[in-house]
């Protein structure tokens, strides 16, 4: 796994390379990279908790105010 430095100096260039590569943005590029990284590190968060809740879930371990789950049969008719 990359450093978190390396990660932001790669997520800079690229930046810059998509802007043409112009001069004298450099700490512009570099915050935009800052900017992203935070929210793919929130994101991250997220979904961790999503699945945690999930495995909680599918493992038995629901909180007792939350209702069951929705269980419907099938349906027999088919779709046109």
Do not use: L
């Not at 935009?32 to 038995?60: I, Y």
Request: no cysteine; aromatic share 4%; proline share 8%.
């Amino acid at each position: 796994m990359m450093d978190k430095d390396q990660e932001r100096r790669e997520r800079a260039y690229r930046i810059w390379e998509e802007e043409g590569r112009p001069d004298g943005k450099h700490e512009d590029h570099w915050q935009r990279a800052e900017d992203q990284h935070a929210e793919t590190e929130r994101q991250a968060e997220e979904v961790t908790e999503a699945n945690q809740h999930a495995s909680d879930e599918f493992n038995g371990k629901r909180r007792k105010n939350s209702p069951g789950p929705d269980v419907r049969p099938p349906s027999t008719v088919a779709p046109d």
